[in-house]
């Protein structure tokens, strides 16, 4: 172990919408004591995801806000490099809410779980194999039920879940039809993703017509990252029975208050449509059975993937901001050197 | 059979909103020939319910709109005084879609089912042991599941669908809430059909706050046939894993375009709730197993029932529009003179 000091990105001020670089500081801090039944986890790869906006929020969410002065919360992936815990021995690889930091001081409750693909590379338990690969998984199959022949639709269609969304629809024996903002990504959609069609959604002024054209039979699932007029688009073209999977919702900048849309009811009356919240924590008893089944179809070429990978710590305070422009093309990680 | 003309509803004219009295003509045409294969109903009781906008509205729906000089489309209840139908005898008591007129000559295609309690009133068919009971118990029962301890929410909790939802909630053993508007409609909930809460949404300015206090562990199931700013509120107030069903959107005039609402895409998400659409017609198959449910509870006197009859044709133009006012306490009924 190195003895340097401890890089720690912190949360400085609470932000109104999206977190913007500004509202961290990075800071280098005492490496941490290593007591009984604790060990200290190197981080190799931070996680950048979506959902880090509802952690900073000070509006009621899933669990607690990140407090200001308190080390970002995040998903990182790294190896023990020093233990007095019984369960975790130096070497073993584990990805967890470690935090965006170099060293994490842990007990194991914030450990997701230790990654055992030793033939694929570590950073892969961050997305296609870590909660990006699982929500798919879950949200897609056990919320959206596809059946072989369904239409699946997929807004954010060429992220980090949005395209495993799509690949695991097609594995499913489904038409998959991707929403994606631009001219690559709507390529990318089509070339690595395997959608049947991608539209891009900058480029459309009548995103229900394009949908319409793309879906003639009207759409079965829609697995929902974005919320806005992408939806709003996509609910006038639902397919009798058909399942709305709401898994995000990248297009609203900030729900407090909640901005006004077309009201949705009547689409999910007429067409007996039905609409899920899904989140993927409520699956954790359930976490190796889907990287089990997601890390077999990588090894088969059946599930690609793609990271955007940016080296140093500094690259954290933006990420977010970065990652809601929607720069980046494939899972956004921060990769620390290893000392 | 008495040799009178037959007197029909007509409807006149398309509206936009709500159907008004004069949107419709009454006139008085022949009697129409008995063939082969071909039976004569003499309506007693003819049915006023919400669906009846939808089914005049040019903007799609389940069905083709009812054509201008078209019969009104309507349930009604009555008796077969004519029959070349080896399936159909005079005499037999039967329900269906005869539509606003006296008299209804039929194939059987219309019929929804022959009415066998003949130790109730025959009006029960268009009510609690009618669209309106079936409604409330597949919709609560297949799409809100509610379990014993839950905390039930129904809007147009003293209508002839909400009332029955309550009761039902209750006789599965859970707290049922009742949403609706005045006083009077009020203490009915209380008093006749057993809510533990009755909520006068006319007389609270602050909705969201009131379902708070009556809903103190939060919203399990609810039983939505309003749409609009019940619907917002009581949305804000969901428990996890909530179940929302969406029977009816009567506090929406028009869906032509469709009015703005605080996006509901949130409470969904944080909630892991769901949202279903219910269409009763998909349970046409299993009709006779809600009904006799339905007929013991009442038999019971664990099911009550309040009907709203008005005596004569001349009522049913305008009877639409009263029932949109919320005039009406109890299923509202037309009943005519029997020759």
Chains 1, 2 share one sequence.
Not at 3 to 32: C, H, K, M, W, Y
Not at 106 to 121: C, F, M, N
Not at 181 to 198: I, N, S
Not at 245 to 260: K, N
Request: with cysteine; net charge neutral; glycine share 10%.
């Amino acid at each position: 172990m190195a003895a340097t000091g401890n890089l720690q990105v912190l949360l400085r001020s609470r932000p109104a919408g999206i977190p913007q670089a500004g509202d961290f500081e990075i800071v280098d801090s005492a490496l941490p004591q290593v007591c009984e039944r604790q060990f200290l986890v190197r981080n190799e790869y931070l996680s950048v995801e979506p959902a880090m906006r509802g952690w900073v929020s000070a509006v009621a969410n899933y669990s607690a806000p990140v407090a200001i002065g308190e080390v970002m919360r995040a998903f990182a992936a790294g190896t023990v490099v020093a233990s007095r815990h019984p369960d975790y021995a130096e070497g073993d690889r584990v990805m967890g809410k470690f935090g965006w930091q170099l060293y994490a001081l842990s007990d194991g409750s914030d450990v997701t779980r230790k990654v055992r693909e030793t033939d694929l590379p570590l950073s892969l338990s961050l997305g296609v194999l870590g909660l990006n690969g699982v929500t798919a998984y879950f949200g897609l199959l056990e919320k959206g039920e596809p059946r072989p022949g369904d239409t699946v639709v997929v807004s954010t269609a060429a992220g980090a879940v949005g395209s495993a969304v799509g690949q695991i629809a097609r594995i499913m024996g489904c038409r998959t039809v991707g929403i994606t903002g631009g001219e690559t990504k709507a390529r990318l959609c089509r070339d690595d993703f395997g959608y049947d069609v991608a539209i891009d959604y900058k480029g459309e002024t009548d995103m229900a017509a394009a949908v319409a054209t793309a879906c003639p039979n009207g759409v079965d699932v829609y697995f929902d990252n974005t919320s806005g007029r992408i939806s709003d688009a996509v609910l006038t073209q639902l397919a009798p029975g058909a399942r709305i999977v709401i898994c995000g919702t990248a297009s609203i900048a900030s729900w407090d208050p909640p901005p006004l849309g077309p009201r949705v009811e009547r689409h999910i009356l007429v067409k007996r449509a039905r609409m899920s919240g899904f989140l993927v924590f409520d699956y954790a008893h359930r976490y190796e059975e889907a990287v089990t089944r997601l890390a077999n179809w990588v090894r088969a070429g059946a599930l690609k993937y793609r990271e955007d990978i940016a080296d140093g710590i500094d690259h954290c305070p933006g990420a977010i901001a970065e990652l809601y422009r929607g720069d980046n093309l494939g899972k956004k990680l921060i990769r620390l050197a290893v000392a």
